[in-house]
C-alpha cells in the first residue's frame, strides 16, 4: 500500500494553504455570498487587447515563441519602462517575459536562494514569498509592518534584520494587502543602508499603475540599486488581464541569465497569444489604465469612509486596490471575525493573518469589485458589526 505522506517533499509539508483561497472556496458553495476577498478585477480586459489576441489565433500564430518571450513585447516593455522611470534595460538580455508576475518571482527566489540563505520579507506581504522562500531551501524573515508606520519599511527596521545570511530583500510596494506604497526619498532610505551589502533585491511592482497619490517609484531608479534589483511587473492588475497569465522580469543581465534557465526548463515560454494582446496593452491600454485607476480610487475613498462610520480603525491606502482596516475594536480575531462575518451576513473577506502574523487584528477587503457589490457588502456588515 502507497503511503502518501512518506512520498511528500518535506518542504511541501511545511507550506501551509493560501489563507485566500480558503474563503473563496468557501463562498463558490454559498447562495448569495458576496466575495470581497480577491484581488481580481471586475473590468474585462479592454476590447483592443482582446482583439489583438484573436488576432493571432486567426492568423495562426499559436507557435512557441523565444524563451525570452517575443522581442517585440519585450521591447514596448522595455521603452514602456524607460519612459515611465528613466531606467534602461536591454530588451535582448535583461527582460524576461514569464507567465504572471508570480512565476518571475519564484524563478528568481530558486535563482539564488538555497539552503542557509535568509529572505527578508516585509509583513504583512503577499501570501506567495514564504512558501517560495521555503521551497527554495531558503528561510523567510519577517519585517513587521504596523499602521503607525503607514505599513513602510523603515531603515531601522531593515537593518537590524541583516545577518551575514542575507541573501535577499523582497520589497513589495504598492502593498498586497495594506495598500501601502512608499515614496522616493523613503525608498532612497532602503537603498542606503543595502548600498554596502551584497544583498539582491526582488522589488515586486505589479501594482505600479494603481497609486493614488503621486508617481509610483521604480527601485532601480534609486542610485545604486538597478545593479542589485530584480523588478517583477506585469499585465494582470494594471490592464484587467489576470486570466492572460502574463508578467515579466527585468534586470541585469548576469542576474537574468539564471533566471531565463530556470524559465527556459519549466516553462518554456510564456503563452503566444497572451504576449501579442500584451503588446497591444503597451501601445494603447494608457487610457484604459486611467479609466479603471479612476474608478478604484471612488471605491478606495467609499470603503474607507463606510468602514470608519462603522466603528473600525482604517488605514488609508494609496496603492493597489485593497482595503486593511482592524478590526481589534469588536474583540475578534481575524479568524473569527472573517469566519462569522461569513456565517452571519454571507460576505467573504481575507484574515490578516494570511499575509503574515504582523496581519493580525486586520482583514483585508478587495475593492476590485463594482460599487454595487462593495454598497450591498458595506451593508451587510454593518449589521453584523451592529450585532457585536
Not at 508576475?101 to 539552503?115: H, K, L, M, Q, T
Not at 515614496?183 to 539582491?200: F, K, M, P, W, Y
Not at 530556470?262 to 496593452?281: D, K, L, R, V
Request: proline share 5%; hydrophobic share 40%; aromatic share 10%.
Amino acid at each position: 500500500m502507497v503511503s502518501y505522506d512518506q512520498l511528500l517533499s518535506e518542504r511541501v509539508k511545511i507550506v501551509k494553504p493560501s489563507g485566500i483561497r480558503k474563503f473563496f472556496d468557501i463562498v463558490a458553495t454559498m447562495q448569495d455570498a458576496i466575495s470581497l476577498g480577491v484581488g481580481e478585477p471586475d473590468f474585462e480586459t479592454p476590447w483592443q487587447i482582446r482583439r489583438a489576441g484573436i488576432l493571432s489565433l486567426e492568423k495562426g500564430k499559436t507557435f512557441y515563441t523565444s524563451n525570452w518571450g517575443l522581442a517585440e513585447l519585450r521591447q514596448a516593455i522595455a521603452q514602456q519602462t524607460e519612459q515611465k522611470y528613466g531606467v534602461h534595460y536591454d530588451p535582448a538580455k535583461e527582460v524576461l517575459v514569464t507567465v504572471g508576475g508570480s512565476e518571475a518571482i519564484d524563478n528568481a527566489i530558486r535563482s539564488f536562494v538555497g539552503p542557509g540563505d535568509e529572505v527578508l520579507i516585509p509583513e504583512p506581504s503577499f501570501v506567495c514569498y514564504t512558501p517560495l522562500t521555503i521551497l527554495a531551501g531558503g528561510t523567510p524573515v519577517a519585517l513587521p509592518t504596523v499602521a503607525e508606520d503607514a505599513f513602510k519599511l523603515t531603515p531601522d527596521r531593515l537593518r537590524a534584520a541583516i545577518t551575514p545570511r542575507t541573501k535577499m530583500l523582497v520589497l513589495p510596494f504598492p502593498n498586497n494587502p495594506t495598500g501601502a506604497i512608499m515614496t522616493r526619498e523613503e525608498l532612497e532610505g532602503i537603498a542606503e543602508v543595502l548600498r554596502d551589502t551584497n544583498i539582491l533585491v526582488l522589488s515586486d511592482e505589479i501594482y505600479c499603475d494603481l497609486t493614488y497619490q503621486g508617481r509610483h517609484t521604480c527601485f532601480a531608479e534609486i542610485e545604486g540599486m538597478r545593479e542589485r534589483t530584480v523588478v517583477v511587473g506585469g499585465f494582470s492588475k494594471s490592464y484587467a488581464m489576470t486570466g492572460w497569465r502574463l508578467g515579466w522580469a527585468m534586470g541585469p543581465k548576469e542576474l537574468m541569465a539564471p533566471i531565463c534557465k530556470i524559465h527556459q526548463f519549466g516553462i518554456m515560454s510564456a503563452p503566444t497569444t497572451a504576449q501579442f494582446a500584451g503588446i497591444e496593452a503597451i501601445r494603447t491600454g494608457d487610457d484604459d489604465v486611467q479609466r479603471m485607476r479612476t474608478q478604484y480610487d471612488l471605491r478606495r475613498r467609499y470603503l474607507v469612509e463606510e468602514l470608519r462610520d462603522m466603528g473600525l480603525d482604517c488605514f488609508e491606502p494609496l496603492g493597489a486596490f485593497y482595503v486593511f482596516p482592524s478590526i481589534r475594536s469588536t474583540g475578534l480575531s481575524s479568524e473569527d471575525f472573517a469566519n462569522q462575518l461569513l456565517q452571519d451576513q454571507k460576505v467573504a473577506v481575507v484574515p490578516g493573518t494570511a499575509f503574515g502574523e504582523s496581519g493580525e487584528g486586520h482583514v483585508r477587503i478587495s475593492y476590485s469589485y463594482s460599487m454595487a457589490h462593495l454598497r450591498e457588502a458595506m451593508d451587510r456588515m454593518r449589521k453584523f458589526l451592529k450585532k457585536l
